[in-house]
Structures are given as structure tokens and as C-alpha cells.
């Protein structure tokens, strides 16, 4: 459900590709114009655990799992989308 709702932000650019043979539990995205440890904060001002890849190239990544209700999913969501 939060790579669905990511995809659909005209702001971000998901990396992890959609298929769930191709990915795991960690969702790899990017926020137009700012930088990944700027996203990181910013979720973690709004109490979401947020964190980058530890690649030349890096983005920002989240892991929900069985223990994130749907709720908690789109407060993420949400404040991935403040991000202007």
C-alpha cells in the first residue's frame, strides 16, 4: 500500500520497483529538489523513522511492516507529500 500511495505523489519518484518479487520490506523514494537527509528529518520532526541508503547515490527510506497500521501508512504518506 505505500509504494501505491508514494507512486501516486507528483513529488516523488519511487525507486523501489513495484513488483514484490523485485522488493522488500524497504521502499526506496526520492522527494523533487531535496535532499534525502532533508526528507529524513523532516519525517522524523512528524514522528515517522525514516532513513537513507548508504550508497554514492542515496535516498530516502522507509520499512513499513505488519506492525504499521494503515493509518500510520498514510500519516507517512502525508508528510512525504508536505514536502514542497
Known amino acids: 500500500m505505500a509504494k ?5 505523489l507528483s513529488n516523488v519518484t519511487l525507486r523501489t520497483p513495484m513488483s514484490p ?3 522488500s ?6 522527494v ?3 535532499d534525502p537527509q532533508q526528507v ?4 522524523r520532526e512528524r514522528g515517522v523513522i525514516a532513513s ?3 550508497y554514492h547515490v542515496s535516498y530516502a527510506r ?8 494503515e493509518a500510520e ?9 508536505a514536502l514542497q
Request: net charge negative; hydrophobic share 50%; glycine share 4%.
Open 4 to 8: 501505491e500511495l508514494l507512486a501516486e
Open 62 to 69: 522507509i520499512a513499513p511492516s505488519i506492525i504499521n497500521d
Open 40 to 43: 529524513v528529518a523532516h519525517l
Open 73 to 81: 501508512v498514510r500519516e507517512t504518506v502525508d508528510a512525504v507529500a
Open 52 to 54: 537513507t541508503t548508504p
Open 32 to 34: 523533487d529538489g531535496i
Open 21 to 23: 518479487q523485485l522488493s
Open 25 to 30: 520490506g524497504m521502499i526506496c523514494f526520492e
